[in-house]
């Protein structure tokens, strides 16, 4: 089937406004991870679902950025009151069991805050 | 705190030769270490990897070597082409800690010239 697929694949926005990234994983997938990619870095981890649950959110920054996975496929991952600092590109993978198992990624949101 | 310490920053390869980017972790703990490949607007793609009970893995062009000892790993890309030329990560993670999720490298832009 299809691969990750990550909307909108561009976002501009201004400081202090309210974000949503959407991720649609793999089918049947039921392990997906947000993580964050700043410019010329690797990727930094942010959260991990296993089924609808947020199994580690250690990676958040802080509580400006919450995720959901309400019926364990289509994930969204919401940003509060946007900082210049939270421009990168945010990476959404899946992976079909999680822990061992191969992590396949989207192409990404790329956000920007003016 | 970086984990996973990845060099050269950038590399420059004539077409047929060999490419080697070198990586290094800290946490032994670690028990799987792939390597991504990623292209200018698409998301990282899973290359090749390793598990440390093995000190070498070939697929096709590509090499992992692993010195479990001296806690470092490095690929090698024999042949290297235009067509490599692109952003690579070495990555690690724990199969018990939060669903295997991935630390990674700073990157390594790779350019083949023809």
């Known amino acids: 089937g299809a691969g990750v697929s990550q909307t909108p694949s561009n976002k501009v926005t201004e400081k202090g406004k309210y974000v949503e990234l959407r991720c649609d994983p793999i089918?049947?997938?039921?392990?997906l991870y947000w993580y964050r990619q700043s410019l010329g870095q690797g990727p930094e981890f942010l959260i991990y679902?296993?089924?609808?649950?947020?199994?580690?959110d250690s990676g958040l920054p802080n509580d400006r950025f919450f995720a959901v996975r309400p019926e364990g496929s289509v994930s969204t991952l919401k940003i509060q009151r946007t900082e210049r600092g939270d421009s990168a590109v945010y990476l959404c993978?899946?992976?079909?069991?999680?822990?061992?198992?191969?992590?396949?990624f989207g192409a990404g949101t790329r956000l920007s805050v003016l | 705190q970086q984990q996973v310490k990845q060099s050269p920053q950038s590399l420059i390869v004539q077409k047929g030769g060999i490419s080697i980017i070198n990586c290094a972790y800290e946490n032994t703990a670690f028990d799987y270490f792939p390597w991504y490949q990623q292209f200018p607007g698409k998301g990282p793609a899973l290359l090749i990897a390793?598990?440390?009970?093995?000190s070498e893995k070939k697929e096709g062009r590509f090499t992992i070597s692993f010195n479990k000892s001296a806690k470092q790993f490095s690929l090698h890309i024999m042949d290297s082409q235009p067509g490599d030329s692109a952003t690579y990560f070495c990555a690690a993670s724990m199969k018990k800690t939060s669903g295997s999720r991935l630390t990674f490298g700073e990157g390594t832009q790779l350019t083949v010239n023809p």
């Open positions: 679902f296993q089924g609808t649950g947020a199994a580690d």
């Open positions: 390793i598990r440390p009970d093995v």
């Open positions: 993978a899946s992976s079909l069991k999680g822990p061992g198992g191969i992590q396949y």
């Open positions: 089918s049947g997938h039921t392990a």
